[in-house]
């Protein structure tokens, strides 16, 4: 019985995660289109290495950066850049970003985006095979019943 509930518990888990990818995508898009596009200076870059499961790395870069809100403060913010060439020469580095309007603190690489036909497909995946294994959870709870 506990068996079933497993299954049925992990497929949800794996419908919600395929659901929340493209309601994280979507949302990213939509401040890239509702927020405020400004230029901020950056500080300085770091680089950062992300360890998979499967002994493999990713790295990538992640800026550092200060810009001044639309009420005159100044804020301090990061992201990570991608696709995006630096003069190195000592000369001030400049990146397009975005600020919420509400909240000037929150910020944004702008062009920093996960095209959502990428996502889709893998959303619907998880989404399958998560509703695939709710379905099998759920029978093997419900034979263990009878």
Known sequence: MWIGWFFALGGLAFVGFG???????????QRLRSWTPTTATVREFETRTRSSSNGGS????????????????????EGTV??????????????PIVVDPLDPSRSMVAGERTPIGC????????????????????????????
Request: hydrophobic share 50%.
């Open 82 to 95: 991608s696709n995006k060439r630096f003069a190195v020469d000592g000369s001030p580095v400049t990146l």
């Open 119 to 146: 996502v889709i497909p893998f959303a619907i995946a998880f989404a399958a095979f998560g509703s695939l294994f709710a379905v099998i959870g759920l029978g093997l709870t419900q034979a263990s019943v009878r």
């Open 19 to 29: 659901i929340a990818m493209v309601v994280t995508t979507v949302v990213q898009r």
């Open 58 to 77: 990713r790295t990538y870069l992640v800026a550092h950066y200060e810009y001044r809100g639309p009420n005159g403060e100044e804020y301090a913010d």
